[in-house]
């Protein structure tokens, strides 16, 4: 990879290499979203990438979960895709900001019934008594919502993560990768090569 295979902005890189890994993979979004406790303890879980704009990369979950508590504590993510077939990885590392109420709205009623009860249903990331249970609580949900459309839980939204740092990875032949890492300095971006 050369520095000039990349746009000056990351976010437009990020977006071209979205679209090539969407021709060769299954789940071209998935993408491994790391947060921490407010004292430093990492957790790391798969979220899917639902948006790329030109402020940042958004997701959507519950934020009363693990990731939505760890959040508010510490507002900081890291985040990394990886495409096995195209031998390509980006990493991101910046704030995270709750995108605005219209933005989850309008993903919330994009999203199928049943993922919607689901959402009301699931207590996501708290100790569950069994599968029954959550299975009655779908129920629940169901009888509830029975009518009209299911609205947007209180505690499920989007989160925006802001980038500061991204780095886009090339595979090379004898482990001689490629590493283009993009810092954020006010309102412009400087690139670096990094050692594989
Ligand atoms: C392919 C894949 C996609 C996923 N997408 C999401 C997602 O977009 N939002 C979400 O809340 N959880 C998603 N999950 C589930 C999370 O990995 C995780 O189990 C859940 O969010 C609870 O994480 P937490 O307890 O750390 O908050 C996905 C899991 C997989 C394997």
Redesign the pocket.
Known sequence: MDESDLAPDPLSSLRAWLLDAAAVSS?PQ?MTLA?STADGRP?A????L?GVDDRGLT????HD????EELAANPRAALVLNWWELGRQVRIEGLVEEVEGAVSEEYWAARPRPSQLAAWASA??RPLASRDALRASYAEAEERFREGDVPLPPFWGGYRVLPEVVEFWVHGDDRLHDRIRYVRSGDAWRRERLAP
């Not at 997701?59 to 519950?62: D, G, K, L, W």
């Open positions: 789940a998935a947060t957790s879980r798969i979220v899917l639902r997701f959507f979950t519950n979960s693990r990731k939505g996501q990331s």
